[in-house]
């Protein structure tokens, strides 16, 4: 099969878009149409599918196999431990592990998954798999597939936004930017939520999905600016008149600050013997310094930029708040 040539990531803020360009990846970020997606859900597929042929020939986007993030709210995915089986045995048995994650008929699901580890026994014989395991339900994943058909794109691949992270974090400990024994924390500020991810290595111990995101900032904009929420949002990107230092931005950032606070502070409390010193920023709230920096100084850690975490051939200057999109060309 050909490699992922082109990976969309499609926010209800932006659509993120990166791309495998010779030697290089790139990361081009476009502002959806407003309400076009809802808590990751697709409003109206025959728009979005109109929107991606208008990107496909406005930013001469590759006739390749592409691939999408799929949102956590349309997507299970799990850590799994099992013996080591064919993957006609995964097959048949995937849809047990998820058995409490979903709510119907199990047939009307698809499951995947991510090899993490293999254990051997002492005599070095395979014994045990780490997974990433992962369901999504077939209505979801044909939904998908119709709306890229029409827009006479060639949908090859679907991941979860963890299985895209997980694959950053293996090349990065591959390639010696992360060690094996260290604790990372990973903030992914995004438009309507924000995700906190806990790793040792390149294996995730923790998520945490909060329901503050970027939004937050644009209704207290839009309050005090007397304007719609669709150009506070744009008043926010630009830093328009230095309005992310008014005095009512600062306090939206706090909030959010203590909002991912509490989460670290119990993964602290669970795990007494933590080192955790960084805290990495991705998403499109990480292109806000002033967020990162009450978020950092608020939960006593050093502040850093995810990107620092990739490997050479992400562009120096990628938008960070397409690094799931890149993680899936790594895939």
Known sequence: MKKTAIAFDIGESYIKIAQRIGNKITV???QMPENLIRDGVIQMPNVLTDFLKGLKQEHQLSAGPCGIVVPDEVTVCRPITMPVMTEAQLEVNLPFEFSDYISSDPQKYVYDYAVLDIKNDEEGKPVEMELMGAVMSKEEVLNYVNIFKNAKMKLRTLI?????????MRQALEEGRIEADKEYCIVNLGHRSTQVYMYRGDRQNVIRNLHVGNDQIDKVIAENKNIDEFLARTYKNSNYQN??????????FGRVAIEIMKVINFYRFNNRDTELEDIYFCGGGSNMEGLCETIADTVGMNGKKFMELMPREVDKDANPSGVFAIGLLMQ
């Open 160 to 168: 979860p936004e963890e299985i895209a992270l997980g694959n950053i």
């Open 28 to 30: 081009e970020t476009v």
């Open 243 to 252: 309005i992310q230092e008014e005095r009512f931005c600062q306090e939206a």
